[in-house]
């Protein structure tokens, strides 16, 4: 099911703003294999900001890929692989059950990820924005988390292994080392475990 709230933000009037909306265009489209949602927008953004707030429900075991300029993106509760690749913006993964890739330009990244058997992990922000990931306690991963500016937090209830310290990165093994975790940005990283 996909829900699309679309908004028109004009400078000029209100009714600017109404005429524009008609122009602002979701298309749905059902595949074989996957559920495509894209947004259309005028290419006349000069005093106007063009908003789409969705929510999309899937099964809870579809794979999912997020690409966007700019916004919020919340996944929540998959138990599949997601990527997510955005410009700006905020970043919240909750209750993920899979492989977890995201790259963002500038923003923050919050997420609580279970990691499965050679599972991967990849959280990047190229300039500003902070990294938080939850990972439960009995992760069993390579780990490492590099920052240029920032501080790297990790929780003691993590057993990191065969650990190296750098002044911007940090590096080790949770458990056996089966899967993998990448965190990179300028800013500050915390990992906790539940």
Do not use: W
Not at 116 to 134: E, R, S, Y
Request: proline content about 2%.
């Amino acid at each position: 099911m996909v829900t699309a709230i679309k908004r028109v933000q004009s400078k000029i009037d209100a009714q600017d703003a109404k005429d524009y909306l008609q122009e602002l265009v979701v298309n749905c489209e059902s595949l074989a294999t996957a559920v495509q949602v894209e947004t259309i927008q005028p290419k006349d953004t000069v005093e106007r900001n063009y908003i789409v707030d969705y929510t999309i429900t899937l099964p809870t075991y579809f794979m999912v890929q997020v690409d966007s300029i700019n916004g919020i993106v919340t996944l929540d509760s998959i138990e599949n692989d997601v990527t997510v690749n955005m410009a700006n913006g905020e970043v919240t993964l909750r209750n993920i059950h899979g492989s977890a890739l995201v790259s963002l330009a500038n923003g923050t990244i919050d997420s609580e990820v279970v990691l499965p058997l050679q599972g991967i992990i990849d959280l990047k922000v190229a300039t500003g924005g902070d990294i938080h990931l939850a990972i439960p306690t009995n992760t069993s991963a390579t780990f490492s988390a590099t920052t240029l500016f920032g501080s790297i937090n990790i929780s003691t209830n993590l057993v990191l292994q065969n650990v190296v310290k750098t002044s911007t990165s940090l590096s080790g093994t949770l458990g056996s080392g089966d899967g993998e975790i990448s965190l990179v940005t300028m800013g500050d990283i915390y990992v906790s475990g539940f």
